[in-house]
């Protein structure tokens, strides 16, 4: 047996440069703009716990390989600590911190009550099979059995993760506990498979948020969506969601990118077709009929009114910012927009729907599916969107309110609305001692 000591494929994370900076300097400008307590502000500005965890997996040739895993919790004021955990090579403590922190204001502006946490592995999936992968899972979820729970810190699915890996989850989590205690743990993660105390509509629930955000703002500027085009980085879960109700409103979609490559086709690309395309080729775009190859570091500044930013973080920076042609971008990712390249965008007029507004629609749905879990119910496909469009109409009608009567962007206003929010639970609450 050999044992290796890092797991395949790794490499230096890159996605993530800048984005504790980022994070920090959108929090700041907002307790600014809110004169929030220093005190206050000292809580916020760092994480509550951070558990770095290196477990052994046996791999199908036999060989063994050590895992890097990580669990961030920023803050539970309002609730149990809540948010995703990822498998990518780009997940490291700093990419963990910043995430979690965006969780915070993300729960606190939907009105939830939750905190924020994020996490996960370091590595390229795609590079183990599915029975490693189920083994990795199960390991890494025993290594934080002791960290996470139903009413303390509850995981969800992000980037490379999915129902199947939050059913893995569960599964380990329960058989952790005592027998009679089993059943009443199932709850520990949301957007596990309907089958398994799932939500249904939990798979769409990102991606139509982000599309309800984009109408919303539509409707408020008295704009048709029908024959407005738009792009989009990343075609997953969230990217091809957000693109599937577009499409429904007559809206075109002009380019994609993922991690593969790059296309474009002026005259519209078929959602379906492109959807069920990628399924059949490992999960890429490329060569899909009817579209032109795109030079990646041109997507940005193809021509278009819509931008959907649904990859990795820190997308649009300073390099391209000034290259993109849509009036609106609305932010599938989180942290997609760095400082400086919003700097740039807003200086430009172009208007941006925040992170923790636009893609919120996942959290939303993560806490109905523990509300379902908890009280022994289940909803069904249209409660739970009708659900979900009132929600998230509330979120979005309080932050362009709240934006236009103080005359800051979407960003500062739904920052100042979520931190207002948790230090008032503060200021009732006390600080302990």
Known sequence: ??????????????????????????????ADKINLHPSIRKILSITNNELIVHFPVKM????????????????????????GLRYHPTVDIDAARALAMWMTWKTSLAGLPYGGGKGGIQLDPSLYSKNELERITRRFTFALADNIGPEH?????????????????????????????RSANQHVVTGKPAGSGGLEGRDRATGYGVYLSIKFWAEYNKLDLNGKKYIVQGFGNVGYWASHFLEK?????????DAFGSIQNQEGLNVEDLFNYSRENSGSIVDFLNSKPLDSKDFFGVDCDICIPAALGNQITE?????????????????PTNVEGEKILLERGVVIIPDILCNSGGVVGSYFEWLQNRN?????????MA???????????K????SESKSMDMRTAAYCIAIERIAQAYVQRGIFP
């Open 1 to 30: 047996m050999t044992i290796a000591t890092t797991a395949k494929g790794d490499k230096k994370p890159t996605a993530k440069r800048g984005m504790m900076e980022n994070v920090l300097e959108q929090f700041n400008t907002a």
């Open 60 to 83: 199908d040739n036999g060989d063994v390989e050590i895992f890097t895993g990580y669990r961030v919790q920023h803050n539970n004021a309002l609730g149990p600590y809540k948010g």
């Open 153 to 181: 810190d509850i995981p969800a699915p992000d980037v490379n993760t999915n129902a199947q890996t939050m059913a893995w989850m569960a599964d380990t989590y329960m058989s952790t506990r005592p027998p009679a205690e």
């Open 249 to 257: 409103e007559g809206a075109k979609l002009v380019a994609v990118q």
């Open 319 to 335: 390099k391209n910012a000034h290259t993109i042609k849509a009036k609106l971008i609305a932010e599938g990712a989180n942290g």
């Open 376 to 384: 022994g119910e289940l909803w069904m496909l249209d409660e739970v």
């Open 387 to 397: 659900k979900l469009d009132k929600k998230l109409k509330e979120s979005f009608n």
């Open 399 to 402: 932050v362009y309110a709240y």
